[in-house]
């Protein structure tokens, strides 16, 4: 019974998440048990790589699609890896709405206020330094020990997925450990933006100013993106002095050098180069392989240097990337159970086809909330403001703005000739519930997911 229900769940999710997701991942997993007393789904996945990506990206559909195949209102699920079972617990409810997830210690989307929004898992110690990063890293290091001393603010800059987000963690983790009695914040610009829009209309300028003003580390990611945002980088100007002034430790990262930061009021690029300012670059093979090599001991995999000078020299663009082709060439290891040769390894990335990514269109958009929320383009376009359909209605609004380029009047208009100031509203409305709701992120990010597919 429990075969032709994974089988059934399989077919499933090869509609909802397309073939290549099932054949890569989903096939690397088993169902291993079903506890029908506990309501306890047991999934045995071959390593942790694989339970991460799948529990990352699936754990909705996992959760709300087994449930309903085994007729129960909510099941919790238990990964196993190796033999060790994970600490993964996950309840829901077996419909599609609303998802409630009792008890979930996968990692959150929006992580705790408290913890000041860190990720734990980005540290120094599981950051390879090369010549590419080491200047940056020196200097973050430097920080974390005298935050507020030495480079204050510290500007580090450079391409997507080259760890400045993780060297920004890093330094808030450090200090944590190192200064607990220090309040340290971690803040992307973007959600600045957002919750300084917020502020502003519920009238709450006064407490968001006093929240950042208050802390004594401030990490702010992608800075770029304050760009052309006037009102907030009048905001953002007072509460840099103040902790500078303050001797507060300020840390900055971005695409590009202050000074090339486009529609950035100058008074504030001048400011972002007062302390500090270094870049981070791509890095070179054994760099590269050395990133590589960590990656495969942290996770007790063995990695060969042949196999890792192999994946090294496909990647030539970022670190992210790097480590998307190793994880590729793990769970095909995994899936048909062969050690990580360098035949493997080519097979794999050399038969890669080229990413014919969907691209985003409204279409898309429209297809993948629908598969969360069962109304047509028709409703969704009508004049009807159920509470409902305007919810969904909001989160098309949100993706749409999100992920395509088109004019907020566009979007507007697609949607029932609705004008653009509704959906800038839709747009926070949904923003602001994410930052609140760690179940509704957490369906956000699926349907995200799905989009990305
Ligand atoms: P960025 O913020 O520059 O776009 P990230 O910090 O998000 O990049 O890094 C992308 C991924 O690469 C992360 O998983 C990160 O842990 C990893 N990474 C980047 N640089 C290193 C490094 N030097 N050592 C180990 N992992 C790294
Ligand atoms: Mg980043």
Redesign the pocket.
Known sequence: MITNIWEEFLDIVRQEAGSRVVETWFKAVQLKNWDAAQKTVYLQAPNAFVRNWLAGKYTILIQITLARLLHVDELKVHFLVGQKEEVDTTVAKACYLPVVTKKSRLPAAIPSKSNGYLNKQ?LFE?????PS?SLAYAAAQAVAEKPGTVYNPLFMY???????????HAIGNAIKQNHPQLAVLYQTADRFVNEFINAIRFDKVHRFKAKYQNVDVLLI??IQFISNKDQTQEAFFHIFNILHETHKQIIF?SDMVPQNLKGIAERLRSRMAWGLVTD?YI?KLE?KVA?LK??AHANNEILSDEVAHFIANMVDS???E??GAFIRVIAFAALTKQSMSLTLAQKVLLNKKPDHKRPVDFAVIVSSVTKYYSYSLQELQSKSRSKDISHARHIIMFLMKKFTDKSLRDIGLFLGGRDHSTVMHAYNKIENAIEQDAHFAQKVRAIEQDIAC
Not at 126 to 130: A, D, I, M, Y
Request: glycine fraction near 16%; charged fraction near 20%.
């Open positions: 980005y599981n950051f390879v330094v090369g990063n450079g391409g997507s997925g080259l760890g400045k987000t993780h060297l920004l990611d992608d990262s981070i890095p760099t990133i960590k990656k970022n670190i992210r790097l480590e």
